[in-house]
T-cell receptor
Framework: DAMVIQNPRYQVTQFGKPVTLSCSQT?????MYWYQQKSSQAPKLLFH???????NEADTPDNFQSRRPNTSFCFLDIRSPGLGDAAMYLC????????????FGDGTRLSIL | AQSVTQPDIHITVSEGASLELRCNYS??????LFWYVQSPGQGLQLLLK??????LVQGIKGFEAEFKRSQSSFNLRKPSVHWSDAAEYFC????????????FGKGTTLSVSS
């Protein structure tokens, strides 16, 4: 049974048109993460939440925003997608910080036209 | 600063042969270490983890890894590779510290030849 669910699996948007990616979890984990992964590269951390406490990585573009309305859901908003934002976006959860293993969703592949 | 190095970008192994993927880390204290596998178009799946205790850890799918503090290494091994093992493998290190996330290596692509 999927425990970290990302929707949609594939998303196509137009250059500059806002897009929202969603993630839900059934693990009741405190921490949720968003990663960007480009082809043949390691996942790059964008944000993470402990409950509703938001942590933004220093080099995450301002174009990227996130919301976590409750424990189960987390959203990634890209306000004005550029061609360079085409990537796989991965959501992950962990019970706590402190080196706990992360559980990943299957990702959303974002394409920009 | 914490870091993870996977020296091999791409490895090809014959089906049935043994496999070792290398991982070196830099961290000031005892790290938490992980290996993840990613099949094309999928998310990352946890293979195994090391927190403390026995330095040889067993994971899923027949994988194991050995923590060697003296060499700052956490190499992944499998005695007999199957074609379905072809994937991207990521080593990651974590800290026992609030507010920190895992640091991933750049990954090693494993190809399996018949």
């Amino acid at each position: 049974d999927a425990m970290v669910i990302q929707n949609p699996r594939y998303q196509v948007t137009q250059f500059g048109k806002p897009v929202t990616l969603s993630c839900s979890q059934t693990l009741n984990h405190n921490v949720m993460y968003w990663y960007q992964q480009k082809s043949s590269q390691a996942p790059k951390l964008l944000f993470h939440y402990y409950d509703k406490d938001f942590n933004n990585e220093a080099d995450t573009p301002d174009n990227f925003q996130s919301r976590r309305p409750n424990t189960s859901f987390c959203f990634l908003d890209i306000r004005s997608p550029g061609l360079g934002d085409a990537a796989m976006y991965l959501c992950a959860t962990s019970r706590e910080y402190g080196g706990q293993p992360q559980h990943f969703g299957d990702g959303t592949r974002l394409s920009i036209l | 600063a914490q870091s993870v190095t996977q020296p091999d970008i791409h490895i090809t192994v014959s089906e049935g042969a043994s496999l070792e993927l290398r991982c070196n880390y830099s961290y000031g204290a005892t790290p938490y270490l992980f290996w993840y596998v990613q099949s094309p178009g999928q998310g990352l799946q946890l293979l195994l983890k090391y927190f403390s205790g026995d330095t040889l850890v067993q994971g899923i799918k027949g994988f194991e890894a050995e923590f060697k503090r003296s060499q700052s290494s956490f190499n992944l091994r499998k005695p007999s590779v199957h074609w379905s093992d072809a994937a991207e493998y990521f080593c990651a290190v974590g800290a026992n510290q609030a507010g920190t996330a895992l640091i991933f290596g750049k990954g090693t692509t494993l190809s399996v030849s018949s």
